[in-house]
Every structure is written in C-alpha cells, then in structure tokens.
C-alpha cells in the first residue's frame, strides 16, 4: 500500500467517515442485525477513534487497515451477523483496503 495519507484534523474526520462507510456497507451486505443508525454511529465513533490514535505517519497503512478492520469487527460482532463471520472479517479487510489506499 503507497497512499499517502492526510490526517489533519478535519481531513482525519473525513477520512474516518469514509471508512465508516465502507464498513458499513459491508456489515449491510453480511446482514449485520440492528438499526443502521446505530451501526452507523458505532462505526464511526469505533473507527475514528482508532484514526485518531494510529494517526497517518507514512509506512503506517497497514498498521491502521489492522486496527481499523478489527475495530469495525467487533462493531459487528457485538450486533451478531449472518453466514460466516470469517467472510464478514476478510470483506471488511478487502473494503477497507480500497478505502485506504
């Protein structure tokens, strides 16, 4: 992973937005229980603490998809989902990838 990320304060926000996103519509496609409202928030909150911690240092990406993915799974897993949670963890990985870099 090459991208080279901006975490200034508010780029930090939209960043964490946009990961939130991501996760939220995997947790959607693995039939994630509960309202998306609450997902939704819980994602963000998850995700943009983790951002906030990890930061955006180059040579961290792959540091903060690990930290990012777990942090969402476990949003997920706190709701309960469909099928297998392995595929629900990998897909998480695979869209927060996209999302990062």
Request: include cysteine; charge should be neutral.
């Amino acid at each position: 992973m090459s991208a080279t990320l901006d975490c200034r304060e508010r780029r930090r926000d939209d960043f964490a937005g946009k990961l939130a996103d991501a996760a939220l519509a995997v947790t959607a496609k693995h039939g994630v229980r509960g309202p998306s409202v609450e997902r939704e928030l819980e994602l963000w909150h998850s995700v943009g603490d983790v951002v906030r911690d990890t930061g955006c240092a180059p040579g961290r990406e792959e540091t903060l998809l690990a930290k990012v993915t777990d942090a969402a799974y476990r949003v997920a897993l706190t709701h309960g989902a469909r099928g297998s949670f392995l595929d629900l963890e990998l897909d998480l990985w695979r869209s927060l990838r996209g999302a990062i870099a």
